[in-house]
C-alpha cells in the first residue's frame, strides 16, 4: 500500500471518528438546556425515579416520577400539612401520544411516541422569583431521537400556571395511595 492510501486512509478514519462523535453527543440529552435557565442534565436518572402519579388528557398519557428527596416530602405528608419541598425536590412529567393496544384482551392505551419531558426543580436561592422553582419542557423529536427546548418558554409559564395551586406549594400533583 502506497504513502498517498494510507494518508487517504488515515483522513477518511479520522473524518468518520468525527462525525460518529458529533452525532452521539448531538443525542445527549443531558446536554440540553433551556436558554439561560433549567439544564436537563440536573435530572439525570430520572428514568428509574418513583411513579408519583398517573394521568391522562384526550391527547395524552402522563406518567409523573420524582427523585429520592422528594417522594421523601411526599411521605412526610407535604405538601398536605402545610409546609413547602425541600430544596433539591424534583419532579418530570413524561407525555406520550397514546394508541390502543393491539395485544391486550381488553381496550387500553398505552404510550406510543414520547411527546416531551417537562422538569421541575425546587432550588429557593436560584429561583426566587418563581417562589424557589424552575420549569423547563424538552420536546421530543422522533426523527432525530433528540430533545429541544419547548418554544414556548416554559420557565416562566410554567410558574403562572402553577401559581393556581400555590397553596400545594405550586405543585399539580398529589402521591398517590399505594
Known amino acids: ?30 446536554a440540553v438546556k433551556i436558554p439561560d435557565g433549567l439544564p436537563f442534565s440536573d435530572f439525570r436518572g ?26 421523601a416530602a411526599y411521605k412526610s405528608g407535604i405538601p398536605g400539612n402545610g409546609q413547602p419541598f425541600p430544596d433539591g425536590s424534583k419532579i418530570v412529567k413524561i407525555e406520550w401520544k397514546p394508541k ?19 422538569l421541575i426543580e425546587r432550588d429557593s436561592k436560584k429561583y426566587p422569583a418563581t417562589k424557589g422553582w424552575a420549569y423547563a419542557v424538552f420536546d421530543y423529536d422522533r426523527a432525530t431521537e433528540t430533545f429541544v427546548p419547548d418554544k414556548t418558554g416554559t420557565i416562566t409559564c410554567g410558574f403562572a400556571c402553577h401559581t393556581r395551586v400555590a397553596n400545594k406549594d405550586y405543585i399539580f400533583t398529589a402521591y398517590q395511595k399505594r
Do not use: C, H
Open 46 to 71: 430520572y428514568e428509574d425515579w418513583q411513579v408519583v402519579a398517573v394521568s391522562q388528557t384526550d391527547d395524552l398519557l402522563k406518567a409523573m416520577v420524582a427523585n429520592p428527596t422528594m417522594i
Open 100 to 118: 390502543k393496544s393491539t395485544e391486550a384482551p381488553f381496550s387500553v392505551r398505552i404510550p406510543d411516541v414520547l411527546q416531551d419531558v417537562f
Open 1 to 30: 500500500m502506497g504513502r498517498k492510501s494510507r494518508v487517504t486512509i488515515g483522513v477518511a478514519t479520522i473524518w468518520l471518528a468525527v462525525q460518529g462523535w458529533l452525532v452521539v453527543s448531538a443525542q445527549d440529552k443531558y
